[in-house]
């Protein structure tokens, strides 16, 4: 931290605990709706990391470390918790035998979509904390408005 940072306004220290209010909320959520699953956080982190996968559906154990900010002994750990419950396959990478791919095995999609489905409201309540946060603390950003209802 810069010694000669300013000094946020009383305003901005507002705008900001309301917000890791809402963001320990949204996380305590995901916790309860999680043990209703049946699995572990880092396990629906895992899985969602692995349905979120931009234009494919499996990921890269070395991709799952970086996004859950692991190191990657600790993701090939978590993988294979996963994949003795049940939620997860792996698989060699085609093109590359040393890489290691993760699929959803269809009850770990099921226990990901749920979970993902029953946040919709907690996200938009997030979703609007942070934008009043950053509003305030940057008077000039602009933040879209969204419509009541819809999630990012």
Do not use: N
Request: glycine share 6%; net charge positive.
């Amino acid at each position: 931290m810069s010694a000669k940072a300013p000094r946020p306004e009383k305003k901005e220290l507002v705008a900001r605990a309301r917000f890791r209010h809402q963001l320990r909320l949204f996380e305590r959520f995901t916790e309860d709706a999680c043990v209703e699953a049946g699995v572990t956080m880092p396990q629906y982190l895992l899985l969602l990391q692995v349905a979120g996968r931009p234009e494919r559906d499996w990921a890269l154990v070395g991709e799952l470390a970086e996004c859950l900010v692991l190191r990657h002994h600790t993701a090939v750990e978590l993988t294979s918790r996963c994949e003795a419950a049940g939620l997860v396959a792996r698989e060699r990478d085609d093109d590359d035998q040393r890489k290691v791919r993760v699929r959803l095995t269809p009850a770990g999609r099921r226990i990901v979509e749920r979970i993902a489905g029953a946040h919709a409201q907690e996200l938009e309540q997030l979703l609007d904390h942070m934008g009043q946060a950053l509003s305030r603390e940057r008077p000039s950003l602009k933040v879209p408005a969204r419509k009541r209802g819809t999630a990012a």
